[in-house]
């Protein structure tokens, strides 16, 4: 069953009470929270994720957000998170309780799911092949990754790339992809019709809004994919779009310092790390055009098939 | 005593109950077990035991990835160890490691499958200047506490405040005793150095000896008073008295005599008290018999019973019922009323509870 299938009504009833389960990629959830937010949130954007009976009796991971028991919600109402009862962050103002519910998820697989090297990079397929796109913030990579999804290329995920340990293969784990700043203004031009959520403002990463991901990439979630390449996107006024080949030891040097877990996995995180470079065409790209740059990784992914 | 039935408990006391557990108890199991630290050490035992298949698919993950992140600390505290050693090799006393590194140094059971917060070592009181700066010189440095801290630490405690270092964020607590200066029990340091143990593999390396080891873990069990890994802390109890007896038949009677002569019978009759309750570890009558002297009074027993059969238990809502969080309180102030005398006790919890909170929220490790 899909969660757009509950009726309004029945979600609450579940998210407020035991929790509503429901699957995003590999993991599966109970989400529990008594705020209308959160409710919102999972209905805008996760209509077309797996839920199943509140009776479901096995989840990785128990979450909850819900408003902290401190003095402090009698003053300014705030909401915190907790992981099965442990709560990793401080509370945040209540407005911003869904974009905290997705930090928190992130949170969640980044610690725990180590049977995956995770790094911090989103990550798109086309024809079989996909694009890893590590980027510091500010480099554009989420507007990026929307325009590209919003373009025919499917979402393996905007925040974690997971890499099988055992096959090489990238785990795709849709989910809402984070739009911060101008860049919700840019995504929602390049395509009005694709849904973005309500904006929550003055969070720690300036204002922030989540765009449903693609239907195709939430159906196809389970389907692997072979790691094409590791492009490192720059978004620059004025500049031209550029694609330039980069050192694959350089690449491998600052994907080892941006994955979540390199140093938990010992040598078996050099060796899925190395094999993962291998496979990879590693380029850095510059562009200002969201049109002319997804016109380059169309090309690409065109090359690589009929090669 | 319900609590003794929390599945993880019974998990540890009969892993092959596994085979029969529904997908709900997994679930359970899971939580309560990533709860109270044991998930790679349940993955080990269910491996020791060709369980693993048995556990369900989608379940599996969980194990594995645990066991992938207990496999690596162990390495880390390996090279650790020898990190610490280089650093104080102009100590001119060898330093002995305490607690979970100690497990790992002399490959003891009790390391297979177990998570590190800190590396703990003991070094004479005389050497505790040199060892400090010797440290900070390699670079672990006093970080993340408050000045308060700070200065109970140094004034009351039987430690430094901890050091992390400054690139690894790896955490060494310094101490020259097992117990603080003001506790209730006094167990000579100089006693536990003598029987100190050299290690064939890592030379210039000790660890105490395997009755000071067990004697050690009680006494820090029941005098810490926050016991986030409480059942952990009894899984490496029992793990070390097997390891022990299996070397030593006659090893109990040592092990009474060690805790007599070091004033530290009272937190061995606890130990093995709540290690037969949670894990059925076999102590043999003679022992309860030997430990009578020790033995605190039938109502004293009782309330003890009440108290830690909860707060042993991990800090996971199904394992709690409505006098857990009471049960937590009493032995964090029972643990403190052992370790300093009435004043100071009183001083130190009116600092703890109305103006710390104040001034630092953020304190890794309260003292």
């Given at each position: 069953m899909k969660l757009l299938q509950l009726s309004h009504h029945e979600l609450r009833r579940q998210l407020s009470g035991a929790g509503i389960w429901m699957r995003t990629g590999p993991f599966s959830l109970r989400v529990q929270s008594r705020f209308p937010y959160v409710a919102e949130g999972l209905t805008e954007l996760y209509g077309q994720f797996e839920v199943r009976s509140a009776q479901e009796s096995f989840a990785d991971f128990h979450v909850s957000v819900n408003p902290p028991t401190n003095l402090r919600r009698w003053v300014r109402p705030q909401a915190a998170f907790s992981f099965d009862g442990m709560q990793p962050f401080?509370?945040?103002?209540?407005?911003?309780?869904?974009?905290?519910?997705?930090?928190?998820?992130?949170?969640?697989?980044?610690?725990?799911?180590?049977q995956y090297l995770i790094i911090h990079a989103a990550v798109v397929e086309k024809n079989g092949l996909?694009?890893?796109?590590?980027?510091?913030?500010?480099?554009?990579?989420?507007?990026?990754?929307?325009?590209?999804?919003?373009?025919?290329?499917?979402?393996?995920?905007?925040?974690?790339?997971?890499?099988n340990r055992k096959t090489?293969?990238?785990?795709?784990?849709?989910?809402?992809?984070?739009?911060?700043?101008?860049?919700?203004?840019v995504v929602r031009e390049f395509d009005p019709a694709t849904y973005i959520n309500r904006a929550s403002l003055d969070t720690i990463k300036g204002t922030v809004a989540h765009m449903r991901p693609p239907r195709d990439s939430v159906l196809r979630q389970h389907e692997t994919a072979r790691p094409g390449w590791v492009i490192f996107p720059k978004w620059e006024a004025g500049a031209r779009t550029r694609l330039t080949p980069r050192s694959k030891a350089q690449t491998f040097m600052f994907l080892a310092q941006n994955a979540f877990n390199y140093s938990h996995l010992g040598a078996d995180g050099f060796r899925v790390g190395s094999a993962l470079i291998?496979?990879?065409?590693?380029?850095?790209?510059?562009?200002?055009?969201?049109?002319?740059?997804?016109?380059?990784?169309?090309?690409?992914?065109?090359?690589?098939?009929?090669? | 005593m319900h609590l003794s039935r929390v599945l993880l408990a019974c998990t540890l006391r009969a892993p092959d109950s596994i085979t029969r557990l529904s997908l709900a108890k997994w679930d359970t199991l899971v939580r309560q077990a990533r709860a109270a630290g044991l998930l790679a050490r349940l993955a080990h035992l269910f491996r020791q035991l060709d369980l693993f298949k048995a556990i369900p698919a989608n379940v599996q993950w969980h194990f594995e990835a645990a066991e992938t992140l207990a496999d690596r600390q162990r390495t880390a505290v390996q090279w650790e160890l020898q990190q610490i050693h280089k650093a104080l090799d102009d100590l001119g006393s060898p330093f002995i490691v305490l607690k979970g590194g100690a497990y790992v140094a002399a490959n003891l059971s009790a390391a297979n499958g177990r998570l590190f917060n800190d590396i703990d070592i003991l070094v004479p009181r005389d050497k505790l200047g040199d060892a400090e700066?010797?440290?900070?010189?390699?670079?672990?440095?006093?970080?993340?506490?408050?000045?308060?801290?700070?200065?109970?630490?140094?004034?009351?405690?039987?430690?430094?405040?901890?050091?992390?270092?400054?690139?690894?964020?790896?955490?060494?607590?310094?101490?020259?005793?097992?117990?603080?200066d003001t506790a209730r029990y006094h167990p000579d340091s100089a006693k536990l150095r003598s029987r100190a143990i050299e290690l064939p593999d890592l030379p210039g390396i000790r660890v105490l000896a395997?009755?000071?080891?067990?004697?050690?873990?009680?006494?820090?069990?029941?005098?810490?008073?926050?016991?986030?890994?409480?059942?952990?802390?009894?899984?490496?109890?029992?793990?070390?008295?097997?390891?022990?007896?299996?070397?030593?038949?006659?090893?109990?009677?040592?092990?009474?005599?060690?805790?007599?002569?070091?004033q530290l019978s009272r937190p061995l009759f606890y130990a093995l008290r709540y290690l037969r309750h949670f894990l059925d570890t076999p102590v043999p009558g003679e022992v309860d018999t030997a430990l009578q002297p020790a033995t605190p009074n039938r109502f004293t027993v009782a309330l003890m019973d009440r108290v830690f059969t909860r707060a042993l238990a991990p800090t996971h809502d199904s394992c709690a019922d409505v006098y857990t969080p009471l049960a937590r309180q009493a032995a964090f102030i029972r643990a403190h009323w052992l370790r300093m005398p009435a004043h100071l006790l009183i001083l130190h919890l009116i600092h703890k509870a109305f103006i710390s909170p104040h001034l630092d929220n953020s304190t890794p490790k309260p003292a």
């Amino acid at each position: 069953m899909k969660l757009l299938q509950l009726s309004h009504h029945e979600l609450r009833r579940q998210l407020s009470g035991a929790g509503i389960w429901m699957r995003t990629g590999p993991f599966s959830l109970r989400v529990q929270s008594r705020f209308p937010y959160v409710a919102e949130g999972l209905t805008e954007l996760y209509g077309q994720f797996e839920v199943r009976s509140a009776q479901e009796s096995f989840a990785d991971f128990h979450v909850s957000v819900n408003p902290p028991t401190n003095l402090r919600r009698w003053v300014r109402p705030q909401a915190a998170f907790s992981f099965d009862g442990m709560q990793p962050f401080k509370p945040l103002p209540q407005d911003q309780a869904f974009p905290m519910l997705e930090w928190g998820l992130n949170w969640c697989v980044s610690t725990q799911a180590h049977q995956y090297l995770i790094i911090h990079a989103a990550v798109v397929e086309k024809n079989g092949l996909a694009a890893i796109l590590p980027a510091p913030p500010g480099s554009g990579k989420s507007t990026l990754t929307a325009g590209l999804v919003l373009s025919g290329w499917r979402l393996l995920s905007d925040e974690l790339t997971l890499i099988n340990r055992k096959t090489g293969l990238i785990q795709p784990l849709p989910r809402p992809v984070s739009l911060k700043n101008q860049s919700i203004e840019v995504v929602r031009e390049f395509d009005p019709a694709t849904y973005i959520n309500r904006a929550s403002l003055d969070t720690i990463k300036g204002t922030v809004a989540h765009m449903r991901p693609p239907r195709d990439s939430v159906l196809r979630q389970h389907e692997t994919a072979r790691p094409g390449w590791v492009i490192f996107p720059k978004w620059e006024a004025g500049a031209r779009t550029r694609l330039t080949p980069r050192s694959k030891a350089q690449t491998f040097m600052f994907l080892a310092q941006n994955a979540f877990n390199y140093s938990h996995l010992g040598a078996d995180g050099f060796r899925v790390g190395s094999a993962l470079i291998d496979q990879s065409d590693c380029y850095d790209f510059r562009y200002s055009q969201l049109h002319e740059a997804i016109a380059e990784f169309d090309r690409l992914a065109e090359t690589a098939h009929t090669t | 005593m319900h609590l003794s039935r929390v599945l993880l408990a019974c998990t540890l006391r009969a892993p092959d109950s596994i085979t029969r557990l529904s997908l709900a108890k997994w679930d359970t199991l899971v939580r309560q077990a990533r709860a109270a630290g044991l998930l790679a050490r349940l993955a080990h035992l269910f491996r020791q035991l060709d369980l693993f298949k048995a556990i369900p698919a989608n379940v599996q993950w969980h194990f594995e990835a645990a066991e992938t992140l207990a496999d690596r600390q162990r390495t880390a505290v390996q090279w650790e160890l020898q990190q610490i050693h280089k650093a104080l090799d102009d100590l001119g006393s060898p330093f002995i490691v305490l607690k979970g590194g100690a497990y790992v140094a002399a490959n003891l059971s009790a390391a297979n499958g177990r998570l590190f917060n800190d590396i703990d070592i003991l070094v004479p009181r005389d050497k505790l200047g040199d060892a400090e700066s010797s440290l900070m010189l390699a670079g672990w440095h006093a970080t993340g506490l408050s000045e308060y801290d700070k200065r109970y630490y140094r004034r009351w405690m039987h430690e430094i405040p901890p050091l992390q270092h400054i690139q690894r964020d790896t955490v060494i607590d310094v101490h020259h005793a097992i117990l603080p200066d003001t506790a209730r029990y006094h167990p000579d340091s100089a006693k536990l150095r003598s029987r100190a143990i050299e290690l064939p593999d890592l030379p210039g390396i000790r660890v105490l000896a395997a009755e000071d080891r067990i004697l050690h873990s009680a006494t820090h069990l029941f005098h810490d008073g926050e016991l986030p890994h409480g059942l952990r802390d009894l899984t490496d109890l029992d793990l070390l008295l097997r390891d022990a007896l299996e070397a030593d038949t006659h090893f109990w009677t040592l092990l009474v005599a060690r805790a007599t002569e070091l004033q530290l019978s009272r937190p061995l009759f606890y130990a093995l008290r709540y290690l037969r309750h949670f894990l059925d570890t076999p102590v043999p009558g003679e022992v309860d018999t030997a430990l009578q002297p020790a033995t605190p009074n039938r109502f004293t027993v009782a309330l003890m019973d009440r108290v830690f059969t909860r707060a042993l238990a991990p800090t996971h809502d199904s394992c709690a019922d409505v006098y857990t969080p009471l049960a937590r309180q009493a032995a964090f102030i029972r643990a403190h009323w052992l370790r300093m005398p009435a004043h100071l006790l009183i001083l130190h919890l009116i600092h703890k509870a109305f103006i710390s909170p104040h001034l630092d929220n953020s304190t890794p490790k309260p003292a």
